[in-house]
């Protein structure tokens, strides 16, 4: 299981990694790579902050966009008879089935568009 640590209003994936005996920090929605490494919660925070810096003005200075781009699109597989199911619970709603599935997501994330 991974954890989520925020630094500075970024979100980063936490995981141990067991060979080098370290936590290790990746920030998410980034466009390139802005990782850590500690042993230690404080030093998570500590190396997470300065990473994140690092990246920033690296970005400010070559002119780029930090966070990575998204369209909003996802193309999802399911079972074909979820999707019949889906698509039935859609037209009972009177809605679409991206608002449905949109909708669900929102709930069940607790987050809101």
Known sequence: MNNVMTISGHQAVIVYDP????FRGEFVN????????????????????????????????????PLRPVSGKLALRMPPELHRRLILEAARLGTSLNTLITRQLERDFNVAA
Do not use: T
């Open 19 to 22: 060979d080098i005996e370290m």
């Open 30 to 65: 980034l466009n390139g790579g802005a990782d850590f490494y500690a042993a230690d919660i404080a030093g998570l925070k500590r190396e997470g902050e300065l990473s994140l810096k690092v990246f920033l003005d690296e970005c400010q200075a070559r002119g780029i966009e």
